[in-house]
């Protein structure tokens, strides 16, 4: 089957905005006191993030996160990302 340029133009926004709204989400998901995800947080897919009591996570701004990630956080430690 041979595709048209058609087909690519109306297809490039899922490239655009899909990653987007993982990322929005992966915030409502992850949405606690212990997690801090900051403005413009991308990912490709939602990524899977393990936290013992008494830990935390805050990233910063215009964070993009690719594929396959995993976060584990244990002993009460901190992941701190910012720009």
């Known amino acids: ?3 048209s340029n058609n087909y ?3 297809h490039k926004w ?3 905005y899909l990653p987007i709204f993982k990322g929005f ?3 409502i998901i992850y949405n606690g006191q212990c997690i801090k995800l900051g ?3 991308v990912t490709n897919t939602i990524p899977k993030i393990v936290i013992d009591k008494g830990c935390f996570l805050f990233t910063g701004n215009n964070v993009l996160i690719r ?4 976060i584990r956080i244990h002993k009460k430690s901190k992941i ?3 720009r």
């Open 8 to 10: 690519d133009r109306n």
């Open 39 to 41: 403005k413009n947080f």
């Open 80 to 82: 701190i990302n910012n």
């Open 67 to 70: 594929e396959h990630v995993e």
């Open 14 to 16: 899922v490239f655009k």
């Open 25 to 27: 989400i992966t915030k």
């Open 1 to 3: 089957m041979i595709y």
